[in-house]
């Protein structure tokens, strides 16, 4: 069982940043891939970043390349998204997750075994 706690949310005008963190309990962080997903109202959640388990390999939404980054730091079983020029359309619910480390790129929602409670991102306009 891994425990996920995000944190980093808020309210932030267009073009703003924020970083999102999220806290993993357990001595087996580092044998997880970690994604970040996001939940807008009345909408399916959709994949946003991962990092593969070693922080080798990224990924990214094509609607967030460019603008967010993604990273870990397996020493503090903490990873990251750093979201720059935020615009109104990134306002959501963001999730990270964990799923076992596997070869299969990280960016499906079924493949995902373990889940924050979520942060709740506004952009404003």
């Known amino acids: 069982q891994v425990q996920l706690v995000e944190s980093g949310g808020g309210l932030v005008q267009a073009g703003g940043s924020l970083r999102l963190s999220c806290a993993a309990s357990?001595?087996?962080?580092?044998?997880?891939?970690v994604g970040w997903f996001r939940q807008a109202p009345g909408k399916e959640r959709k994949f946003v970043a991962a990092i593969t388990s070693s922080g080798g390999t990224t990924y990214y939404a094509d609607s967030v390349k460019g603008r967010f980054l993604i990273s870990r730091d397996n020493a503090k079983n903490t990873a990251y998204l750093q979201m720059n020029s935020l615009k109104p359309e990134d306002t959501a619910v963001y999730y990270c997750?964990?799923?076992?480390?596997?070869?299969?790129?990280?960016?499906?929602?079924?493949?995902?075994?373990?889940w924050g409670q979520g942060t709740q991102v506004t952009v404003s306009s």
């Open positions: 997750a964990s799923r076992g480390a596997r070869e299969r790129p990280p960016v499906r929602v079924c493949e995902y075994d373990y």
């Open positions: 357990g001595r087996t962080f580092s044998s997880y891939d």
